[in-house]
């Protein structure tokens, strides 16, 4: 039976998205994928879609909501695959009880914020020039080894180099699974 992967997007949800169909085609022969557009699980609903509105409306309830609605829509212990806002979404899920396999987190923003881990299997990716990556210090504080690139930028997620590596990594993991149990 195929391992369960749950997808969250980044702030912008759908709407930009198109790279996350790479992620799709790698994975999906392999993992049982729900994918949640990040402003429709936090009910984000901005009249005129600015990043910075988009911003604000997650900062102002919209990752809590999100939150909240992944922990009713989620009981099942599952993988989970996310991306900057989803990131981050994900990691405060996971620290609310979020039943977790592992969180493969890309540009996680404002994770940097948290004081505690979620227990589970942690890959937290950051492109080296990510502003919004949590520093080394907080890393060591909470037992977190960052998987920083070099070259890459906050959007790094939508590049097919990260892709590839990012989906090799998951089917490794899946894979190695499956040779386990039989």
């Not at 999100?66 to 009981?75: G, R």
């Not at 592992?102 to 589970?120: D, G, H, K, M, V």
Request: charged content about 20%.
């Amino acid at each position: 039976m195929a391992e369960k992967l749950v997808v969250l997007s980044d702030m912008w949800g759908a709407k930009k998205g198109l790279w996350i169909t790479s992620y799709f085609g790698y994975l999906q022969q392999y993992y049982n994928i729900d994918f949640y557009d990040c402003q429709q699980l936090g009910d984000i609903d901005v009249p005129i879609c600015t990043e910075e509105n988009i911003h604000n409306a997650f900062l102002n309830g919209g990752i809590d909501r999100a939150v909240a609605n992944l922990l009713k829509k989620e009981t099942e212990p599952a993988h989970y695959l996310a991306f900057s806002t989803g990131g981050t979404i994900a990691y405060k899920a996971g620290l609310q009880g979020l039943p977790m396999k592992s969180l493969t987190a890309i540009s996680a923003t404002r994770i940097r914020f948290e004081e505690q881990r979620p227990n589970t299997q942690l890959n937290l990716i950051y492109g080296e020039s990510d502003a919004f990556k949590p520093c080394e210090k907080w890393a060591q504080q909470l037992g977190i080894d960052l998987n920083i690139v070099p070259n890459f930028g906050h959007d790094m997620y939508s590049d097919e180099k990260i892709i590839s590596e990012v989906c090799l990594n998951l089917l490794e993991q899946v894979t190695k699974n499956m040779v386990r149990s039989h």
